[in-house]
């Protein structure tokens, strides 16, 4: 319909193309407060109605999204591959006699020697109460430590390595 309006605008002057301009522009405005005014009458006769259309609602909406979700899904399931440890981590390695003090003397991976330190630090309760990320070092794991009484959770795992052949 808006197209059918233009042309017919186009042949006739300037001056009734902007004289229609402005009594749509009139008329729009008070079409807006006729609406308004029902609208809350509405709002007061009918409260259930409301509940309702917005339960109606939800379920297309929710419905659109499912349908969005799988498409991202099977985007994302294709490039992604099953991760691989690394070799240098699972070689199994021999730790020496004061680390064998701590976590055994068969071979172990590096991440099960780590796993095996920290049970020990627990079972113990070597970590320092106030800082997390502190280890109070007893005598075994001061000798792993290099004779410091304190060592941070990421120091440790440098000190370990050296005791791993």
């Known amino acids: 319909m ?12 300037k001056k009734p193309a902007a004289a229609v301009k402005k009594p749509v522009a009139k008329a729009a405005a008070p079409a807006k407060k006729a609406v308004a005014k029902p609208a809350e009458k509405k709002v007061a006769a009918k409260p259930a109605a409301k509940p309702a259309a917005k339960a109606a609602a939800k379920p297309a909406a929710k419905k659109t999204a499912a349908a969005v979700k799988p498409a991202v899904k099977k985007a994302a399931a294709k490039p992604a591959t099953p991760r691989k440890p690394n070799a240098a981590f699972m070689k199994a390695m021999t730790p020496s006699a004061v680390l064998a003090a701590v976590v055994g003397a068969n071979p172990l991976p590096r991440t099960e020697v780590t796993k095996k330190v920290w049970e020990y630090i627990k079972k113990f309760k070597l970590q320092n109460e106030l800082n997390k990320r502190m280890i109070d070092a007893d005598e075994k794991l001061k000798a792993v430590f290099g004779g410091k009484k304190q060592v941070s959770m990421f120091e440790m795992t440098k000190l370990i390595s050296d005791h791993l052949k």
């Open 2 to 13: 808006a197209t059918a309006k233009k042309p017919a605008a186009k042949p006739a002057a």
